[in-house]
């Protein structure tokens, strides 16, 4: 039957699709496009096919033979396209799902055989498959990465003195991606650690005068058989990022058995070479990055697993040129892009402090540090605070703030997640919090804040604590308001998220609540519609805050309540509402006093300043002169010795109650004398050397004597 009489492509059944698009893949000579086409339309149906097999319908996967499995794994090959290598990835994770344990049995059987056949093309294949794989089924790809013999294999490979510059990188590529499992890289470290440092350590110099001095013929024939006796620079860069992740993270030692002498050749002593440090390597990454940028890919990713290491993230923040380099990379490289999360990774790692730990926890690390070392384990002097601030402050001079407003538009939600811990650490430093907003830092912590899902709860606490921190240190007006698109009550909701504790956190970090309060302080301090908008989002968590035991807690939270009553909407909502909520409105008002009475002086002032703008009101009046020391703890702050603030707040306060119309202006003036107002006044205003104290004791006595004459 000719094609013209072939049914159309819809209207075949599954099995009869799957067919096609097998014949298609395996005709070879097709453009990319079309090769993607039917890789695409294949792994739709692979991924319908659990849920047709529910409904009753015969599985495609019986008919995909190892032939057919072969295939894809082809497009896996290296020397493929790109962009048909990531579909031929997805498409073998589609079969991987729909045919369970005898699909992973045919990709194991795959692997081995072409690993047997030992030439170069299958090499090529197996390694590249490997290293496809390994994201996607780990344990499989560990288990056959393990396998006993594979790994001792590879070393006499990369050492044949005609070298297949493709199965190198091959290679070295499949060993990049197996040190992500723990298990893979020990074996690894075990078995290819000499031949990784051969390969780095190669000066290509030496294998001309070497083969020059043992007469080799081929050295001045052609060029060609010297060139495949070098490992490319590419390859030597490969083999330094395997290395690098092995010296990241150093293999602790594993306690012998009494008697145990070792359980093969590998335990026999032998001479040791000399070992490339992780600081050099990130020297070799560095210079790669400046001299080729062309090839950026590899110097990031070495440098984002060398930048983990304490003495390498002090060299890299010193080295200016290199840093600038990442800002610069980091900005060309595309959104979402291995390269983009690699750059992003080296900026983490330089700015990151070391965990909040409480008075226990220092405590009890002090001492296991003396148990397992005699005293003798001291913490790294490099990653102490006063070393991270610096740091971060070197990467911020580099420029890196705008280039993350950019890349934060279009990134994942890993990337996204590395831009807000970069500038949540900047925004420990007080002075750069204004040139992070000036360079869009808020703009970006806001949206980030919105665009991440709620189960991603720290990275939006991240990134609400970073902006309570910006916002604490700044004018409002300069990032809100105007022709700029976003609102300040915007800001409100991220920044309320805080006031509770973080309930995934073992410990109650009460830092982003106490940042949160200042921040949501200094936005009150504006406009009554950011006062309402707190008021509606978290009042109830406010005022449970002036509660804290924590008395800088409580502190902060009575100075935003301050801030937010000088709205007379407010004020006259939360605490003289007679009419609708007239126990409440009492309560609180006993609540400010209480803090007016407060020790810590702070808190006074906060109360103090809320009770100036209360008292305006004649039920917040009537209901200081009801509590049995109302009018004492208010001639208290008038009574203050060293404080000219407390001394202004207690006088206005007084002020207002005696100033009072009717039947409350009047019991307030009776309380007052009774309670010796008088004195406390005069002697308030000889001592205050300030106007407006002053004024306010005289206006207040004004009243005072007039009725007592």
Not at 446 to 465: I, M, V
Request: hydrophobic letters at 40%; proline letters at 4%.
């Amino acid at each position: 039957m000719s094609s013209t009489d072939q049914p159309p492509f819809d209207d075949l059944s599954r099995q009869d699709k799957t067919l096609l698009l097998f014949a298609r893949l395996m005709e070879g000579g097709k453009e990319d496009e079309e090769t993607v086409a039917s890789l695409d339309t294949l792994t739709g149906l692979l991924n319908d096919d659990p849920d047709a097999v529910k409904k009753g319908e015969q599985s495609i996967v019986a008919v995909i033979d190892a032939d057919c499995l072969d295939t894809i794994l082809g497009y896996l090959d290296m020397r493929q396209a790109e962009t048909v290598r990531a579909h031929a990835t997805l498409c073998t994770s589609a079969f991987l799902n729909a045919a369970g344990d005898h699909g992973r049995k045919m990709l194991s059987e795959f692997f081995l055989a072409r690993i047997r056949r030992s030439t170069y093309d299958d090499y090529i294949v197996a390694f590249c498959v490997a290293t496809a794989m390994f994201p996607v089924v780990p344990d499989l790809t560990s288990e056959l990465f393990l396998t006993e013999g594979f790994l001792p294999s590879l070393g006499p490979l990369m050492r044949r003195k005609f070298k297949s510059r493709k199965v190198e990188t091959a290679c070295l590529e499949m060993l990049n991606a197996a040190c992500m499992h723990a298990a893979c890289r020990e074996a690894v470290e075990r078995y290819c650690i000499d031949w990784l440092e051969e390969i780095v350590d190669q000066d290509p110099d030496e294998v001309v005068c070497s083969a020059q001095h043992t007469g080799d013929p081929d050295v001045n024939n052609h060029e060609g058989s010297l060139y495949m006796r070098r490992h490319s620079q590419h390859v030597q860069n490969l083999a330094a990022v395997v290395l690098a992740k092995l010296r990241a993270v150093p293999k602790q030692p594993a306690p012998k058995k009494p008697g145990d002498k070792g359980s093969d050749e590998n335990d026999e002593p032998r001479v040791q070479q000399a070992e490339t440090s992780i600081e050099d390597l990130s020297k070799r990454f560095s210079k790669m990055l400046v001299d080729d940028p062309d090839h950026a890919q590899v110097s990031v990713e070495g440098l984002a697993y060398a930048s983990l290491q304490s003495k390498v993230k002090e060299e890299l923040s010193q080295d200016k040129e290199t840093l600038k380099r990442l800002v610069r990379t980091l900005e060309k490289a595309p959104p979402k892009s291995p390269l983009a999360y690699g750059a992003l990774s080296i900026f983490v790692n330089l700015t990151r402090y070391l965990p909040r730990e409480t008075e226990e926890q220092e405590k009890l690390r002090q001492l296991k540090a003396y148990a397992d070392a005699a005293g003798k384990l001291q913490p790294d002097s490099l990653m102490d605070d006063a070393h991270v601030a610096a740091r971060c402050k070197r990467v911020f001079e580099a420029g890196i703030t705008p280039v993350l407003a950019i890349h934060s538009k279009e990134s994942s939600v890993a990337s996204l997640t590395l831009i807000i811990s970069i500038l949540h650490s900047i925004s420990v430093t007080q002075s750069l919090r204004g040139q992070l907003a000036q360079q869009g830092a808020v703009r970006v912590l806001l949206s980030s804040w919105s665009a991440l899902p709620e189960k991603e709860a720290l990275a939006r606490r991240t990134a609400a604590q970073a902006l309570a921190r910006i916002l604490i240190s700044i004018n409002p007006a300069l990032v809100f308001g105007g022709s700029r698109p976003v609102s300040q009550t915007s800001a409100v909701r991220p920044l309320t998220t805080l006031l509770t504790p973080d309930d995934s956190s073992d410990t109650r970090d009460l830092l982003p609540t106490f940042e949160s309060l200042l921040a949501l302080t200094n936005l009150a301090s504006t406009d009554h519609d950011t006062r309402r908008t707190i008021v509606r989002a978290a009042w109830d968590k406010i005022e449970e805050l002036l509660f804290n035991s924590n008395s800088r807690v409580s502190t902060a939270a009575a100075e935003l309540v301050c801030n937010i009553v000088q709205a007379p909407e407010q004020a006259h909502e939360l605490f003289a509402d007679e009419e609708k909520n007239a126990v409440k409105c009492a309560n609180r008002v006993k609540v400010m006093l209480a803090l007016c009475d407060a020790e810590d002086p702070k808190a006074r002032s906060a109360a103090g300043g809320a009770m100036a703008a209360l008292t305006q009101f004649e039920f917040v009046v009537k209901t200081v002169i009801a509590h049995p020391r109302g009018v004492d703890i208010i001639l208290g702050l008038c009574r203050e010795q060293d404080d000219e603030g407390l001394r202004h707040r207690g006088a206005v306060i007084v002020g207002n109650m005696v100033t009072a119309e009717g039947d409350v202006g009047k019991a307030a003036r009776d309380a007052m004398v009774k309670g010796g107002a008088v004195q406390v006044l005069v002697d308030c205003a000889k001592r205050s050397r300030t106007a407006e104290v002053v004024q306010a004791c005289v206006g207040g006595l004004e009243v005072l004597m007039g009725k007592g004459e």
